[in-house]
């Protein structure tokens, strides 16, 4: 199969006695018992994972996960991305291999991560979409904004919050120019000095204008009593605002360097989202807000392009529980759509998703595991492949252990510092002084295709 294929490539064959063509599993109860098969050794041959169902890596820090994962994907995979890449460094090692396969890269990088400017997405863009109905969409966009600041124990606060922000956001979709269709337009209301007086002003002015949905909500947090009730409410709308007042964010936010639509259509676009690892919890809603429009383009497609788009979310337990990434993996893979999530361990999985991790799981057709010393996150293993735990803890540093639609396997590793397949095309990492030179011959890998 060619290296740029729509594919994912994800490992090598290895010549390993636990290879599946030298090695297979006997079920003896819950467990997985080896049973040695002699077979002469063979070549390693290209892994790819050809399917259309999504992809999730558990490995623990510093073993490797952007060097063996997400680099070499990002080199070779023809189809639209969009990559979270917390420090940068993914953008600046493969951004000018995405080009050079023609595709349009986008770097939305609102605090100027290694000194480099941002292009900017405005979500808002959204509404411009065929068939978009304002008040779903609206709804939609405030619950993003609330999933990545909710922190009231009283459901009340955040729902009429949510409530308020949607009708808001229905106005300014409806009645604004579109070069002052933006977030900062919703914030300005929000934010007015006497934000109940502008908004019985928008009511009394262009009510009849804005869709019927957006009314009722600003006409339902104008009825509420205004001693604690509205103050609270309208308190509680601007803290999910909060993220988005800077300058930076704004820049980031008012206008965007892409098309929506060709997005959509599947028109080759590598989005990178860089937001520092220091600023990951404080700006989540910001990612889950990109990261949610983004999907919903996805799901407003009517024709499905021949390459799937492919969501890589390295860190994706930063994020915090998704609610609507949870349900855009479980429901809408018809869409062309492929989701990689990478995970430091099953805790981190479980935690943000405590009873719905499994299912998750399930609707994954790769799964990808680096080895683990640890006795306990080596029986998690063996509960999800059926592969010994003893055998987990002796893989060696350049082994992973692969489930390919079910058959698990163990494998070599990518590498696109010393696999010769990846020779001339990427550019130094920025954080690593001691850059080591590019291959000038393959280790063990096979020959392209």
């Not at 860089?274 to 919890?281: C, E, G, R, S």
């Not at 680096?370 to 350049?398: C, H, M, W, Y």
């Amino acid at each position: 199969m060619p290296l740029d294929s729509a594919s994912v490539l994800v490992g090598y064959t290895s010549d390993d006695s636990l290879n599946p063509s030298a090695y297979s599993f006997e079920i003896a109860g819950f467990h997985a018992r080896p049973k040695v098969v002699e077979e002469p050794p063979v070549e390693p041959q290209h892994l790819f994972y050809d399917g259309t169902a999504h992809l999730m890596t558990v490995a623990p820090t510093g073993t490797g996960k952007g060097r063996s994962v997400v680099i070499p994907t990002l080199l070779t995979y023809p189809g639209s991305v969009v990559v979270l890449d917390p420090k940068g460094e993914n953008y600046q090692v493969t951004a000018r291999a995405r080009r050079e396969m023609g595709q349009h890269v986008i770097r939305l990088n609102p605090f100027g991560v290694n000194g480099e400017k941002t292009d900017s997405f405005n979500v808002m863009d959204v509404f411009d979409l065929p068939g978009i109905d304002v008040e779903t969409e609206a709804q939609l966009m405030a619950e993003l904004f609330s999933q990545g600041n909710r922190g009231s124990k009283e459901p009340f606060w955040d729902l009429t919050a949510c409530m308020l922000l949607a009708g808001v956001i229905g106005y300014v979709a409806t009645m604004k120019p579109r070069e002052e269709r933006t977030l900062q337009s919703v914030r300005n209301v929000l934010f007015d000095n006497d934000a109940v007086y502008s908004l019985a002003v928008i009511l009394d002015t262009v009510g009849k204008k804005i869709p019927k949905a957006s009314y009722h909500q600003i006409a339902a947090f104008l009825a509420m009593p205004d001693q604690n009730t509205r103050p609270s409410v309208l308190a509680t709308a601007n803290a999910y605002l909060t993220p988005f007042l800077s300058n930076d964010v704004m820049q980031a936010t008012n206008t965007s360097s892409f098309s929506l639509n060709d997005f959509r259509d599947g028109r080759p676009v590598s989005i990178y989202m860089v937001v520092p690892p220091d600023k990951l919890t404080s700006h989540r809603a910001l990612l889950k807000l990109w990261i949610g429009i983004l999907l919903k383009t996805i799901t407003s497609r009517e024709v499905i392009p021949d390459t799937q788009t492919l969501f890589m979310l390295d860190e994706a337990g930063q994020l915090g529980h998704f609610a609507y990434l949870y349900s855009i993996i479980t429901l809408c893979r018809g869409y062309g759509l492929k989701c990689w999530t990478i995970w430091q361990d099953f805790q981190q999985l479980e935690s943000n998703y405590p009873y719905d991790w499994q299912t998750l799981m399930n609707n994954c057709g790769a799964l990808q595991f680096f080895g683990s010393k640890n006795q306990q996150i080596a029986r998690r293993i063996e509960e999800v492949t059926g592969v010994p735990a003893s055998q987990v803890r002796q893989l060696a540093k350049d082994q992973q252990l692969l489930m390919l639609d079910g058959t698990p396997m163990i494998s070599r590793k990518l590498d696109y510092l010393t696999d010769l397949i990846y020779a001339s095309r990427f550019d130094p990492n920025p954080f690593y002084k001691r850059f080591p030179k590019p291959p000038t011959a393959a280790t063990d890998a096979p020959e392209i295709n």
